[in-house]
Each structure stands twice: as C-alpha cells, then as structure tokens.
C-alpha cells in the first residue's frame, strides 16, 4: 500500500507542476490541510449541520424510533434503501454522507417532526437547500 501511495505522490508531482517540484507535497500534510479547509466551511452551516445530526441520531436512537422513521418512510411513498448515516465530527467526509443520505429522507423527516413531538430538530426548508 505504501508503494502505491508513493507512486501516486510522485504522479501527482509531476501532474500538479508544484513548486519545487513538488519536495514539500506531503500527502498526510495535504489531507490535513483538507479537513481544515472543509471544517472551516462547515461553520458557516453548523445549524444544519447540528440538526442532522441531530434527526439521524433520533431516527437511530432506539428500534421504536428506527420502526417509526420506516413507518414514515412508507407512508411518504420513500424507498429505504441508501439507510441513515451517522457523521463522524472529526471526518468532514462522513459528515457530506450522512448530509446525502439525510437529504434522501428530507420527507420523512417533515412527516416526522409533524406526528412526533420528540422530533424537535427538524432542518428548516432554507437550511435543506
């Protein structure tokens, strides 16, 4: 795996034309910088980004909770078939899957905050968009 990865960094080197030729591209160091950047931009949607997190930590949270988001499913006419995502805070990555799986259900979890008073962290419809 280390070999493959080497070989990647010494394509991208020539591939980018980085400054230097490339002798301060680190991969572990581009990856950090990355989640930095991506976190940093995630602020300015943490409402959202709570709510979610917050609707699929619900959803999830017990197998009554679990029964009633696949009850709400049918009755919405949705599909379960992509499942609910749970984010992991420090990967900006699982946060984009769980916001794409979140999305699918956006219906669902309108019907929810309607028939479930426990339900209380639904996103608003300008904060889905």
Same mark, same amino acid.
């Given at each position: =795996?280390?070999?493959?990865?080497?070989?990647?960094? #010494?394509?991208? &080197?020539?591939?980018?034309?980085?400054? $230097? #030729?490339?002798?301060?591209? @680190?991969?572990? $160091?581009?990856? @950090? %910088?990355? =989640?930095? %950047?991506? !976190?940093? *931009?995630? /602020? #300015?949607?943490?409402?959202?980004? +709570?709510?979610?997190?917050?609707?699929? /930590?619900?959803? /999830?949270?017990?197998? %009554?909770?679990?029964?009633? +988001?696949?009850?709400? $499913? !049918?009755?919405?006419?949705i599909?379960? =078939? &992509? *499942?609910?995502?749970?984010?992991?805070?420090?990967?900006? =990555?699982?946060?984009?899957?769980?916001?794409?799986?979140?999305?699918?259900y956006?219906?669902?979890?309108? @019907?929810?905050?309607?028939?479930?008073?426990? +339900? %209380?962290?639904?996103?608003?419809? #300008?904060?889905?968009?």
């Amino acid at each position: =795996n280390a070999s493959s990865n080497d070989l990647c960094v #010494d394509m991208m &080197k020539v591939q980018l034309k980085l400054l $230097c #030729d490339g002798d301060y591209f @680190h991969v572990r $160091c581009c990856a @950090h %910088i990355l =989640n930095l %950047i991506v !976190k940093e *931009g995630l /602020k #300015d949607v943490d409402d959202a980004v +709570f709510k979610v997190r917050e609707c699929v /930590k619900y959803c /999830k949270g017990s197998q %009554i909770r679990k029964q009633r +988001f696949l009850e709400s $499913c !049918k009755l919405c006419d949705i599909v379960y =078939n &992509k *499942g609910l995502c749970q984010d992991v805070p420090t990967r900006w =990555n699982s946060t984009y899957l769980m916001f794409e799986s979140a999305l699918y259900y956006k219906k669902v979890f309108s @019907h929810l905050e309607v028939v479930d008073s426990n +339900f %209380i962290h639904c996103p608003r419809m #300008d904060e889905w968009a």
